[in-house]
């Protein structure tokens, strides 16, 4: 087992970008207010989870309806922020390790998964400190992570990497087109100011198939993905056929 006592305090590694790890200490206190600036990001957050939840169930052999499907499933939220993933699978019965390179973002997921009564083992550290550590889990979780980092090949590898036979890889991030500067920075930062101007370079997004070929010597099989799609109207994200902006991705062993 890792020892928390040698990676709760620090963080060293050089597939880290202290530039975006100081933006998220910013706003790590904000991300739990419902009525705040980030509204927008937790309805997202909700939507992409109810999903997350529903196929993980499904590839796992458990009935999505039951409130505990996930039970017993051992799963590593990989970059969890503040916790918003985390939580909620820890309520539908998992057994949740969240890891964050930020350690303002672990302190404010700890405190609200203790608020909300929940177990969730957060931890101040890097995927691979659980590689040396020879952990692995029955899910992996990397969603809105990938295009923070500098070597975006080696962050999914890790993950792949920490997935136990049979189970599951679920990636979730940004498509690289034309359609996603439009909507997720031109229109998300500058116009509506859904999340800070600055919260995304374009150029590090990444496309569905660059994924596929970086799980692939990890012998994985893309079982279900989605797209997500929000109403600027109403305020309501749905899933869409179209993975052009915001898309998800699940993958068997």
């Known amino acids: ?24 200490n910013a706003l790590a206190q904000e991300w739990w207010d419902p009525n705040g600036k980030y509204k927008t990001a937790l309805a997202f957050n909700a939507a992409r989870t109810e999903y997350m939840i529903a196929q993980l ?26 916790g918003l993933i985390s939580e909620a699978l820890a309520k539908r019965g998992a057994i949740v390790t969240g890891v964050d390179a930020s350690a303002m973002s672990i302190e404010v997921a700890r405190r609200h998964a203790q608020q909300s009564g929940l177990l969730v083992d957060y931890r101040h550290c890097l995927a691979g400190q659980l590689l040396a550590e020879d952990e692995r889990f029955d899910v992996v979780i990397n969603a ?8 975006q090949a080696a962050l999914i590898n890790d993950c792949a990497r920490l997935v136990k036979p049979s189970g599951s890889l679920v990636l979730a991030t940004l498509n690289r087109t034309v359609k996603s500067w439009i909507i997720a920075i031109l229109g ?21 198939e660059e994924l ?20 600027p109207i109403t305020g309501v994200w749905r899933l869409s056929y179209s993975l052009a902006v915001n898309y998800i991705q699940i993958y068997r062993r």
């Open 1 to 24: 087992m890792l020892d928390k006592s040698k990676v709760t305090g620090s963080v060293s590694n050089d597939n880290v970008s202290e530039q975006e790890i100081a933006r998220f």
């Open 57 to 82: 169930a499904s590839c796992h052999g458990r009935d999505p309806s039951s409130p505990d499907c996930l039970e017993g499933l051992r799963i590593l939220d990989v970059g969890c922020g503040g």
């Open 144 to 151: 809105e992570v990938v295009e923070h980092v500098p070597d």
């Open 188 to 208: 998300a930062e500058y116009v509506m100011r859904y999340l800070p101007i600055g919260t995304h370079d374009w150029k590090m997004f990444v496309k569905p």
């Open 212 to 231: 596929a070929g970086w799980v692939a010597p990890e012998h994985f099989k893309l079982v279900n993905e989605t797209g997500m799609k929000l109403n």
